[in-house]
Every structure is written in C-alpha cells, then in structure tokens.
C-alpha cells in the first residue's frame, strides 16, 4: 500500500541522535532531523524506545526480546518483540481511513471516530511469531534465528472484527478476509505484505482490531493507529498499520500465503526440501512452554531454585505442564501460578533443589485442552516455523 516518501525511513539512530529517532517513535515527524539522521549512518544501530532489544535485523525491524523481559507477566512495551517484513510507515492520522471492500453489499470508508463509536473491547493476549525459536532447529531453518523472545503478552483496546464485517454486510462468497497495512517493501518490485484469514477466524469475537496497547495508543512499531489482533494464530495474521480489509472468495495469493507462512502437511524428515503445493498456510500455534528462569548455562547452588516459565497454545487452553530435572527420565507436574486462559499466556514455578553437584537438563513440557503435547525434537520445517519442542536448559550446580 502507498503512502508518502516518510514511510520508508526507518527508526535507526545513533547516539547523539534522540531528538530524531524521538520524533519519529511519537509519530511526530520532524523533517530536517530525520535528514540529518540519514546523512550520519548508524554505526550500531539503537531503537527508540527499544534499547534493550536483541536487534536481530535492522533493515527491515527485527527485535528479539531478551530474557528478562519475560519477568513481566504483562510485557511492557519496551520489551514487546517487533517484527517487520518491509518497511515500516508512520501515519499522519488526519489522513488516514480504513477501507473495507470486496464481497460485502455495503462497502465502508471509516475514520478513527468511527471506529471509536462500535462497543469497546480490553482484553489481554500473547502474540507470537510463528517463526519464533526459529534459531533452535537443526539443521537451521532460513530466516531470523529467534531464540525464546519473539513473544510478548499486551493488555489491548479496540473493537471486534466481527462487528466492523457485519457492518459492511458480507456477500454469500465471503470465505476470506484479506488485510492490507500501509507498509510497503524498499524496493518496489518486491511483494506487498498482505495476508488473508479464513472468514469464521475473521467473525470470531476474539479477532480484534486494536487502537490501544498497554495503556497508550498503539506505538508506530506495533501498527499506528490500528491493526488486526488474531487471538491464537501466529503473528503475522496480525497485520500492521491497517488501512484495507478485503472480504474476498478465495484465500489471498501473494508471496506471503504462497510461499512463506506454509508448513508440510505431512511431517518431512529434517533437511527436507518441500514444495508449496505440499504445504498449507500456517493457521492456530501448536502447545508450547519454555522456561526462562534460570537461564542455559547458568550456575547455581545446591539450595532450592525456583524454576520459572510460561505455556501457552493456539485455539485452545493450557491443561498442564510437566518439568524434569533428570534429562527427561521423570517428569512432575509444575505449579501454575498465574492461569492466563484462552489467548494469554500462563506462568507456572517447579520449587527444586538438587541433590548433588554437577551438571543437569531441565526441561519442561505442556498439554492443552485438545490433547495436543510438545515433542522431544521439533517438527522440522525449511522455514523453521512452529518450534515447539520441549525446551531443554542446561545448569551447573556447584
Ligand atoms: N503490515 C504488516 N503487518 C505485520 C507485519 C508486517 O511486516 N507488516 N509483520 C507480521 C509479523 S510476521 C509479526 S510476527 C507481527 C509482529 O507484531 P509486532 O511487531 O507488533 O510484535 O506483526 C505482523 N504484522
Ligand atoms: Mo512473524
């Protein structure tokens, strides 16, 4: 989608250069300073507002959160993970509308009032790339090697999907809903990114479409001023920086349904190469725990540890979560402690104290309401989505 020449600077700064990245993590576009900031290349490159990120790309947006994030329940902003495809557009909200088109019998032009006028929703949700964890396949899986942070959780405001695609009164060919964000790619013959949900996804009443996060209007890098929310489904359903929704017949066919976003309908043995036609789109997560408390490799003593870790799944529920100290010999049920439910996240403790020095596994396992559990190795995929094997941390005690 096009907008204007401002869409495509990025919020790369140096030191030095806060007024500029400033300006531009606001929305607040201050013209010379971003041309000064063009003249001075980063040399390491800083976010506003996301200083302590893992940048795993600058060009387009990759922020990976680190561990320490995951000590909030509710992710703060900061530490909220970013993941941009292209480039990333700041809008002037003056100007701005959402379409929305296609098979509907009423087509609508809404501006942020009118969203504003449909019933409020605020609710919690965990968002998660699918390619999350991508860095623990082996062999390696192309694209960015996430380690355990390309996941947050955010208390967001908007209104229901649903409600807006009633509006607009869908024809008896709605299958799909196709959205399409402001962002467009830096060089002009690569692909737009726009994706496409299945319709009953679409009407569900989690489906959101969200102005607010954690309290402040939706920050540039989350979407500004408005962009899907797809309870349960991978990040990138979540389409940013909203200004098209397109109900449409057929599921949408650009690069980012085709080929990316796609995983073998039948389990390939590592290192297979598998051809879209036999891959579907990604739809719900599959079940997940991690632990990220204490870290891999860390030492610690002989008195008791507090294991720390969070589960969560697709469209279903969190039943339980297993943790083994002995490289998966034995396996104890581990405490929830903060029960997240439908869509959000739960954190759960396992109280441990080892018997002896040296070095042991901790791993950890969930179960979800439609029986589903993690493997022992992950389901290998070329692009290296879904990771979902139970995850393993070494420790030293000592
Ligand atoms: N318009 C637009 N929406 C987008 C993307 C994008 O590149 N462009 N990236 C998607 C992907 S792959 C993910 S994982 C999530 C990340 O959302 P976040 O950056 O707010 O964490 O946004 C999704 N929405
Ligand atoms: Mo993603």
């Given at each position: 989608?096009?907008?204007?020449?401002?869409?495509?600077?990025?919020?790369?700064?140096?030191?030095?250069?806060?007024?500029?990245?400033?300006?531009?993590?606001?929305?607040?576009?201050?013209?010379?300073?971003?041309?000064?900031?063009?003249?001075?290349?980063?040399?390491?490159?800083?976010?506003?507002?996301?200083?302590?990120?893992?940048?795993?790309?600058?060009?387009?947006?990759?922020?990976?959160m680190?561990?320490?994030?995951?000590?909030?329940?509710?992710?703060?902003?900061?530490?909220?993970?970013?993941r941009?495809?292209?480039?990333?557009?700041?809008?002037?909200?003056?100007?701005?509308?959402?379409?929305?088109?296609?098979?509907?019998?009423s087509?609508?032009?809404?501006?942020?009032?009118?969203?504003?006028?449909?019933?409020?929703?605020?609710?919690l949700?965990t968002?998660?790339?699918?390619?999350?964890?991508?860095?623990?396949?082996e062999?390696?899986?192309?694209?960015?090697?996430?380690?355990?942070?390309?996941?947050?959780t955010?208390?967001?405001?908007?209104?229901r999907?649903?409600?807006?695609?009633?509006?607009?009164?869908?024809?008896?060919k709605?299958?799909?809903?196709?959205?399409?964000?402001?962002?467009?790619p830096?060089?002009?013959?690569?692909?737009?990114?726009?994706?496409?949900i299945?319709?009953?996804?679409?009407m569900?009443?989690?489906?959101?479409?969200v102005?607010?996060?954690?309290?402040?209007?939706?920050?540039?890098?989350?979407?500004?001023?408005?962009?899907?929310?797809?309870?349960?489904?991978?990040?990138?359903?979540?389409?940013?920086?909203?200004?098209?929704?397109?109900?449409?017949?057929?599921?949408?066919?650009?690069?980012?349904?085709?080929?990316?976003?796609?995983?073998?309908?039948?389990?390939?043995?590592?290192?297979?190469?598998?051809?879209?036609?036999?891959?579907?789109?990604?739809?719900?997560?599959?079940?997940?725990?991690?632990?990220?408390?204490?870290?891999?490799?860390?030492?610690?003593?002989?008195?008791?540890?507090?294991?720390k870790?969070y589960?969560?799944?697709?469209?279903?529920?969190?039943?339980?979560?297993?943790?083994?100290?002995?490289?998966?010999?034995?396996?104890?049920?581990?405490?929830?402690?903060?029960?997240?439910?439908?869509?959000?996240?739960?954190?759960?403790?396992y109280?441990?104290?080892?018997?002896?020095?040296?070095?042991?596994?901790?791993?950890?396992?969930?179960?979800?309401?439609?029986?589903?559990s993690?493997?022992?190795?992950?389901?290998?995929?070329?692009?290296?989505?879904?990771?979902?094997a139970?995850?393993?941390?070494?420790?030293?005690?000592?």
């Amino acid at each position: 989608m096009k907008t204007d020449e401002l869409s495509r600077r990025s919020f790369i700064k140096k030191a030095g250069q806060l007024g500029a990245a400033l300006a531009l993590s606001k929305g607040i576009f201050a013209k010379n300073a971003t041309a000064q900031a063009q003249e001075k290349p980063a040399e390491k490159p800083v976010f506003e507002g996301k200083e302590k990120m893992i940048v795993l790309s600058s060009k387009p947006i990759t922020l990976e959160m680190p561990l320490e994030g995951f000590e909030h329940f509710i992710t703060p902003t900061e530490f909220f993970f970013v993941r941009n495809n292209i480039g990333m557009p700041v809008t002037d909200i003056g100007k701005w509308n959402l379409m929305i088109n296609g098979e509907v019998r009423s087509p609508l032009r809404l501006t942020m009032n009118d969203i504003r006028k449909f019933e409020e929703v605020e609710t919690l949700v965990t968002l998660e790339c699918y390619g999350n964890s991508r860095g623990f396949f082996e062999p390696k899986a192309s694209g960015n090697q996430w380690k355990k942070g390309g996941i947050g959780t955010a208390r967001w405001k908007g209104i229901r999907l649903k409600d807006v695609i009633e509006k607009a009164n869908i024809t008896d060919k709605a299958k799909h809903v196709v959205f399409d964000g402001a962002d467009e790619p830096f060089v002009p013959t690569a692909p737009d990114f726009k994706r496409s949900i299945p319709i009953e996804k679409a009407m569900g009443p989690e489906t959101l479409l969200v102005y607010e996060m954690n309290g402040a209007p939706l920050p540039v890098y989350h979407g500004y001023p408005l962009r899907v929310l797809v309870p349960g489904w991978g990040g990138s359903c979540s389409v940013k920086w909203l200004v098209n929704i397109q109900v449409a017949e057929k599921e949408f066919d650009s690069l980012y349904m085709v080929d990316k976003y796609r995983t073998p309908i039948n389990p390939v043995k590592p290192g297979t190469k598998v051809l879209p036609k036999d891959m579907a789109v990604l739809t719900d997560l599959d079940v997940r725990s991690i632990i990220f408390s204490p870290s891999d490799g860390a030492k610690i003593s002989t008195e008791e540890v507090l294991i720390k870790g969070y589960a969560w799944t697709g469209d279903a529920e969190i039943e339980r979560v297993d943790v083994s100290t002995d490289s998966g010999k034995t396996w104890q049920k581990a405490k929830i402690v903060k029960k997240g439910g439908r869509y959000v996240w739960s954190l759960w403790e396992y109280k441990w104290k080892a018997q002896k020095q040296g070095s042991y596994l901790l791993m950890c396992r969930a179960t979800d309401s439609k029986g589903r559990s993690q493997p022992i190795s992950a389901n290998w995929n070329q692009d290296g989505y879904l990771y979902n094997a139970v995850d393993k941390v070494w420790v030293d005690v000592g």
